[in-house]
């Protein structure tokens, strides 16, 4: 009863606020007048002279890219170095030595292309300067840079036969400054008033009731972790992530921080509807991805209730936290997954097999069920760009979608960004499952074996971040594997969606007629819906019908490994 | 190319000064003014001393002490984690097993009783401080014969982890849960 309860809460604020955050951000990134501007408007201008940007020049889809790429190389130059030297650096007060080669390079590409997959745990590894300087930084820009995507392309879709699509340094600058920064402050203050951490002292040596040493690892962890779950990002400050107790101390700040990984990818759905100045399209997306949700959501639930033969337990507490409880540990699961954001409140790799199916799925569909903040929504356009290419073929009409033709060159690139991320899931999981260095890391056998392999590249292909943390990546081979996987999973698809918003922006808007497909109505919902499913579901069927589903068949027979 | 190469490192520095030096810093300054404890990591002192924190729990395997849960990481915290162990593990079945079976011999309790979740299976940041009320009290038994409590002890001892229970918070959120480290210490004061 307790558990439903929080359930429609956390629904009911999510539908509640999601509009109404949307319509703040079309306005900030419309550059209109809204609340924070004659607060922060002075701060936006000193960036802007400091850094030598002229605000008002706009950028064609070549530059703009030249702009993602560059300032994303550079945010990995400098997390890379900082990785590597941070032993020579200050605020290093556990005196840990520098990172190696491969584990810096598998972070830095891991926070700059927004994954934040983790093959390390913050509080053995990485000094206070790294975690603040380096990764609370790239949660700032690499979400903010998503943003600025998704806004190229949305710029693209609705102007009509011009080569601009905004300046990508403005894009940044306001989303940091009037949407990550504001709310990441008061996420930040509502954490700590919850008991997350906050200090620079160092690491406290307590003396328990029965006599024995324990240290209590500190920092500064609730700045970071508001923006980490706000950027849809994930990475923890602490290896366990938000399920250690100084990440996410109560029930509330669980609700706080769940509801912060989503609001802003599903805010912007609405901030689209402003664009196009149209509230239904954009509520075709919004339920689309809530009917997603929503399906994910009840298969796991089911399944984790569900009675395990093998440990003769239903809803295990294995790896869950006795005040988060099992609801809020699936609920979690699925959120992380369907946005891309990967931090967690419970381990995923003991949750029953088809829990872990759906989260694996929600990655494998492309991250596109809210997910990661811009990125989300540009993923979602590709699928509507082939839901209406494949009705096209059907019809026998030339596609369009809000009155552009979506030609031959839009579907290859579309092609290209629905292929990239999944060739990275097959091909590296298989590369992984055929030789020594990929199966050594292993710490379960049987299908749940393939299953960590699986999730693990799945998260990386879709920048999300979550693990089936039993696998040991933390070797050459995975860090370099696992990184490049990430790379071709974000700008696979960033560079594919900046080509399509430049040709779309040159074109002309049709007039909507009789004979237009309609984009808006429940019709062309389930037609999205079908399309990912049968893309995402027929390319990824084999190998999960190999992992979880095997496991969940022997597991209802008792069977171990 | 070169004026966007050149705002590029520009823009990176001034990011990195915002989000990763005055950010940060801000949010200590405020974070210490306005919750002191909290963001010091909610630490509780005992004969001048710091006896841990509040929120992270603590080994107790000791008779005169209720037990937390199992941990993956015998409660040492550098760092924290879990077992990893998936659904159809072997190896997690056998714990679980070996779990059961030390759990009605140590606390004195028949062979039959439900065991609660919690004190089978290990938590996720091998921190939990939490068990339920019911895992408490299956393990009052054991506890007073520990500390050779009287009947109208034991009976002081069955209130405290009535008062100790935390219900939903603010009526909404979590699960029933109490604090092991606050019980044992709320214990110690116990005469």
């Keep these: ?561 | 190319m070169k004026t966007q190469t050149i705002i590029a490192i520009k823009f990176l520095m001034i990011m990195t000064i915002m989000t990763g030096i005055i950010y940060p810093f801000l949010m200590t300054g405020l974070a210490q003014l306005i919750f002191p404890a909290r963001a010091n990591g909610s630490l509780v002192m005992k004969d001048g001393r710091i006896a841990g924190s509040e929120l992270v729990g603590q080994k107790f395997d000791s008779n005169i002490y209720f037990w937390p849960r199992p941990s993956a990481i015998d409660y040492n915290p550098i760092p924290s984690g879990a077992s990893n162990l998936g659904p159809t593990s072997d190896k997690l079945k056998k714990q679980v097993k070996e779990r059961r079976r030390l759990f009605v011999i140590n606390n004195l309790i028949t062979d039959t009783t439900a065991i609660p979740k919690e004190m089978l299976f290990a938590s996720a940041s091998g921190l939990d401080p939490h068990i339920s009320p019911e895992s408490a009290l299956l393990q009052l038994n054991r506890v007073a014969g520990g500390r050779n409590l009287d009947e109208v002890q034991i009976q002081k001892v069955k209130q405290l982890i009535k008062n100790k229970t935390q219900g939903p918070q603010y009526f909404l959120f979590g699960e029933p849960r109490i604090n092991v480290f606050d019980l044992n210490l709320a214990l110690d004061s116990i005469r």
């Design chain 1, 1 to 561: 009863m307790n558990e439903a309860i929080q359930l429609i809460i956390f629904m009911l604020s999510l539908v509640a606020l999601a509009p109404l955050l949307g319509r703040y951000m079309a306005r900030v990134f419309m550059g209109e007048n809204h609340l924070l501007k004659p607060v922060f408007g002075w701060l936006e201008k000193l960036v802007y002279r400091i850094s030598g940007i002229n605000s008002e020049e706009e950028m064609n889809w070549k530059t703009y890219t030249a702009g993602v790429l560059l300032f994303s190389l550079f945010g990995f130059i400098l997390l890379f170095l900082l990785q590597i030297l941070q032993a020579y650096l200050p605020l290093n007060g556990e005196k840990l030595p520098n990172v190696s080669w491969h584990l810096a390079f598998n972070t830095a590409m891991s926070f700059t292309t927004n994954t934040n997959w983790q093959s390390y745990s913050g509080e053995n590894t990485l000094s206070y300067l790294v975690q603040m300087l380096g990764l609370t930084v790239q949660n700032f820009v690499s979400a903010a840079t998503g943003i600025a995507v998704f806004l190229a392309l949305i710029r693209g879709l609705t102007r009509k036969t011009t080569e601009f699509l905004g300046n990508f340094w403005v894009d940044i600058t306001r989303s940091v400054i009037y949407v990550l920064m504001p709310l990441a402050v008061i996420l930040t203050l509502a954490l700590v008033g919850q008991g997350v951490v906050q200090t620079f002292s160092h690491y406290e040596k307590a003396v328990t009731l029965q006599g024995a040493e324990q240290v209590i690892p500190l920092g500064p962890a609730a700045s970071q972790i508001a923006i980490k779950q706000l950027g849809t990002n994930g990475g923890g400050f602490f290896g366990a992530n938000s399920a250690h107790p100084f990440e996410n101390p109560t029930p509330f700040s669980n609700f706080l921080e769940l509801l912060a990984i989503i609001i802003i990818p599903a805010g912007l759905v609405f901030t689209f509807g402003h664009y196009m100045k149209s509230g239904s399209q954009a509520r075709a997306i919004f339920l689309t991805m809530i009917f997603l949700f929503a399906a994910g959501l009840a298969i796991s639930l089911w399944s984790e209730y569900s009675h395990n033969n093998v440990l003769n337990v239903s809803g295990s507490m294995e790896g869950k936290e006795t005040r988060l409880g099992v609801m809020n540990s699936v609920l979690w699961s699925v959120t992380t997954t369907a946005t891309s954001s990967g931090s967690v409140n419970a381990m995923h790799d003991s949750l029953s097999p088809l829990s872990g199916l759906v989260n694996m799925v929600n990655m494998m569909l492309g991250e596109i069920i809210f997910g990661g903040v811009g990125s989300g929504l540009y993923g979602i356009i590709i699928f509507i760009f082939l839901t209406v290419f494949i009705a096209g073929l059907m019809v026998g009409r030339t596609p369009e979608y809000l009155g552009k033709k979506i030609e031959a060159y839009e579907i290859k690139m579309t092609i290209v960004a629905i292929l990239a991320p999944s060739v990275v899931i097959k091909l590296f999981s298989a590369v992984a499952c055929s030789v020594g260095p990929g199966l050594s890391s292993l710490s379960n056998s049987g299908p749940h074996g393939l299953s960590e392999i699986l999730y693990a590249f799945s998260s990386a292909a879709g920048n999300n971040g979550s693990a089936f943390a039993g696998l040991n990546t933390n070797t050459v081979f995975y860090n370099l594997m696992m990184g490049s996987g990430m790379l071709i999973g974000r700008f696979g698809i960033i560079i594919p969606v900046l080509a399509i918003a430049g040709s779309m922006a040159r074109k002309k808007i049709a007039l909507v007629t009789s004979g237009t497909f309609r984009t808006d109505n429940w019709l062309f919902v389930s037609l999205l819906i079908i399309i990912i499913l049968i893309v995402g579901g027929l390319t990824f069927f084999p190998p999960l019908a190999l992992g979880p589903v095997v496991e969940h068949f022997l597991m209802n027979s008792g069977v171990t490994f």
